[in-house]
C-alpha cells in the first residue's frame, strides 16, 4: 500500500511569490491535515480537510489556504511569501479523520 | 501558548538501557494521546497512543503511561537501540472520537541511543 505522498520535495520561491504544495493521501484515506514545521515552533496544525470540506483550522493567517479534491487528495497554498513561511511543510492522512495519522515525508520550502 | 510540552530538547542514553520520554499539557479535555517518531528528511511515523481511560499502554519495546491527575504522560523504551536515535514528538487530539484530525504537537525531544 503506498504511502502519503507530497510534491514537490524542495521547492525555492522568492518574496512576494506564491506556492502551491500538493499531498496525495493513502488510498482510502479520507482525512487529509497540513502541518508545519519550523525550528523555532515545532509542529503547527494548519488545516484538515474531510470529503472537500474543511473541518478544522489553526491559527494561520488567511494567506495560507487549502483544499480537496474528490479523490482526496488535497493542494495547500501560500500566497504573499515571506521569509518566516521557510519550513517543513507536512501532509497526514487518516481514513476518518482519526488520530493515527501517517505522515508525508514534506515539502521543503525556502522562501528568499 | 504552548498546550503540549516537551520540557527536555535532548536526552542521551546507552544502547541496552531504559530511555524515558516525557510530556506535560495543560487542557484537561484532552482525551486521546500519541507519540510519533520523525527521523531526518522523513515525515513523523505513529508509535504509540493512549486513550484517557487508560493509564497505560504497551507495544513491544515501547509504554506509554498517563497519569491524568498530573496532566503528564511518559513514553518508556526498553530496551533502547540505537536505531531508536530519533526526534520524538507527543501528541494530543482534543476529541478521541475521530472526528477532528488535528493534533497538537509538543516540540519534541531528540533521543540519542549510544552503542
Known amino acids: 500500500k503506498a504511502g502519503v505522498t507530497q510534491t514537490p520535495r524542495y521547492l525555492i520561491k522568492t518574496r512576494g511569490q506564491q506556492v502551491t504544495l500538493s499531498c496525495s493521501p493513502i488510498?482510502?484515506?479520507?482525512?487529509v491535515s497540513w502541518y508545519q514545521q519550523t525550528p523555532g515552533q515545532g509542529l503547527q496544525f494548519l488545516f484538515e480537510?474531510?470529503?472537500?470540506?474543511?473541518?478544522n483550522k489553526g491559527n494561520f493567517p488567511g494567506r495560507f489556504s487549502g483544499r480537496q479534491f474528490s479523490n482526496s487528495r488535497s493542494e495547500m497554498n501560500v500566497s504573499t511569501l515571506e521569509l518566516g513561511d521557510s519550513a517543513l511543510y507536512l501532509c497526514?492522512?487518516?481514513?476518518?479523520?482519526?488520530?493515527?495519522?501517517?505522515f508525508g515525508q514534506g515539502t521543503r520550502l525556502t522562501v528568499v | 501558548d504552548q498546550q503540549v510540552k516537551q520540557n527536555s530538547p535532548s536526552l542521551s542514553v546507552q544502547e541496552g538501557r531504559i530511555s524515558i520520554l516525557n510530556c506535560d499539557y495543560t487542557n484537561s479535555m484532552f482525551d486521546y494521546f500519541l507519540w510519533y517518531k520523525k527521523y531526518p528528511a522523513e515525515g513523523p511515523t505513529f508509535l504509540i497512543s493512549?486513550?484517557?481511560?487508560?493509564d497505560k499502554n504497551e507495544d513491544g519495546r515501547f509504554t506509554v503511561f498517563l497519569n491524568k491527575s498530573a496532566k503528564h504522560l511518559s513514553l518508556h523504551i526498553v530496551p533502547s537501540q540505537p536505531g531508536d536515535s530519533a526526534v520524538y514528538f507527543c501528541?494530543?487530539?482534543?476529541?478521541?472520537?475521530?472526528?477532528?484530525?488535528?493534533?497538537?504537537f509538543g516540540q519534541g525531544t531528540t533521543l540519542q541511543v549510544k552503542p
Open positions: 493512549i486513550s484517557s481511560i487508560k
Open positions: 488510498s482510502g484515506h479520507r482525512s
Open positions: 501528541a494530543a487530539d482534543l476529541d478521541g472520537s475521530g472526528n477532528t484530525g488535528k493534533l497538537i
Open positions: 480537510y474531510f470529503s472537500e470540506t474543511q473541518r
Open positions: 497526514a492522512s487518516s481514513p476518518a479523520g482519526n488520530t493515527e495519522a501517517f
